[in-house]
T-cell receptor, first 115, second 112 residues
Framework: GAVVSQHPSWVICKSGTSVKIECRSL??????MFWYRQFPKQSLMLMAT?????????EQGVEKDKFLINHASLTLSTLTVTSAHPEDSSFYIC???????????FGPGTRLTVL | GENVEQHPSTLSVQEGDSAVIKCTYS??????FPWYKQELGKRPQLIID?????GEKKDQRIAVTLNKTAKHFSLHITETQPEDSAVYFC???????????FGTGTSLTVIP
């Protein structure tokens, strides 16, 4: 149980375009989802926390107008990278936490390359 | 927020030997400490976790110890195997929120 999927797994886009990444909890209801960014050989950096039906809470230094997060249902959260630039190229990973319990379960990640 | 430090950043051990990775945290309000294993290009996988009301937890070859007074916790892998080679991350969760704060990671290599 506790499967989290992410789509797409890899996306290449031109500079200035927007990219949407989906995170779904497949077999449980995720009241809270988290979005992380990971650079090569580095740790996971928490970008934002989203609770279903409410606005996301962004970590310090993360531009909320740049990284739009929507958590419209208990099984889906989306991250939209707006006006993407090469420096936004990274591995984006979501995780989800259920109604009860502390554990977070990670999606497989999305590799974004901005040309 | 929380600040989690992890050591060492790289670790090489011979197959069959033990590996120990240590993490410290700054906020005494943290109450949950998971460990994740991440293989290259893949998602982090939870391997073991411990809550602040427990000092030690073991699952086969993997164990975690927690010292709340000193604010540090460690991952112990015994009888290491080549498939244990990966990057390991510790994390800490404040009891006042949902967020996990991750350590910087340890790249473990088990030499056959």
């Amino acid at each position: 149980g506790a499967v989290v999927s992410q789509h797409p797994s890899w996306v290449i886009c031109k500079s200035g375009t927007s990219v949407k990444i989906e995170c779904r909890s497949l077999d449980f209801q995720a009241t809270t989802m988290f979005w992380y960014r990971q650079f090569p050989k580095q740790s996971l950096m928490l970008m934002a926390t989203s609770n279903e039906g409410s606005k996301a809470t962004y970590e310090q230094g993360v531009e909320k107008d740049k990284f739009l997060i929507n958590h419209a249902s208990l099984t889906l959260s989306t991250l939209t990278v707006t006006s993407a630039h090469p420096e936004d190229s990274s591995f984006y990973i979501c995780s989800a936490r259920g109604l009860a319990g502390l554990r977070q379960f990670f999606g497989p990640g999305t590799r974004l390359t901005v040309l | 927020g929380e600040n989690v430090e992890q050591h060492p950043s790289t670790l090489s051990v011979q197959e069959g030997d033990s590996a120990v990775i240590k993490c410290t945290y700054s906020d005494s309000a943290s109450n949950y400490f998971p460990w994740y294993k991440q293989e290259l290009g893949k998602r982090p996988q939870l391997i073991i976790d411990i809550r602040s009301n427990v000092g030690e937890k073991k699952d086969q070859r993997i164990a975690v110890t927690l010292n709340k007074t000193a604010k540090h916790f460690s991952l112990h892998i015994t009888e290491t195997q080549p498939e244990d080679s990966a990057v390991y991350f510790c994390a800490a969760r404040l009891n006042t929120g949902n967020q996990f704060y991750f350590g910087t990671g340890t790249s473990l290599t088990v030499i056959p």
